[in-house]
């Protein structure tokens, strides 16, 4: 069955960063688009970044535009979101989504298969 396990999350002050990984198992990685949402407590999911099957077209939510990297190692069957000049209202648990749709999709219905999560803190 298909897996995709994320991890690196933790706590970090206010302008620090973290790097969070997926690993995927069970679907043929490059055939699928990848995304990270996030979840805080009381707010619905909201798309955060997503990444092409081969990796030559990303894009962001305009919250994180500068200061998130989505990548991706298709040999590794991994998807990476680099965070750097975190802020408090980031906090919260970060999911990756695979996708079979090639255009870019934001809505967290158009994804297929989900992780578990890992949270994420950023104090002031």
């Known amino acids: 069955q298909v897996q995709l396990v994320e991890s690196g999350g933790g706590l970090v002050q206010a302008g620090g960063s973290l790097r969070l990984s997926c690993a995927a198992s069970g679907l043929t990685f490059s055939s699928y688009a990848m995304g990270w949402f996030r979840q805080a407590p009381g707010k619905e999911r909201e798309f955060v970044a997503r990444?092409?099957?081969?990796?030559?077209?990303?894009s962001y939510a305009v919250s994180v535009k500068g200061r998130f990297t989505i990548s991706r190692d298709n040999a590794k069957n991994t998807v990476y979101l680099q965070m750097d000049s975190l802020k408090p209202e980031d906090t919260a648990v970060y999911y990756c989504?695979?996708?079979?749709?090639?255009?870019?999709?934001?809505?967290?219905?158009?994804?297929?298969?989900w992780g578990q999560g890992t949270q994420v803190t950023a104090s002031s």
């Open positions: 990444i092409s099957t081969r990796g030559g077209s990303t």
């Open positions: 989504a695979a996708t079979p749709l090639i255009w870019t999709a934001t809505q967290a219905r158009d994804y297929d298969y």
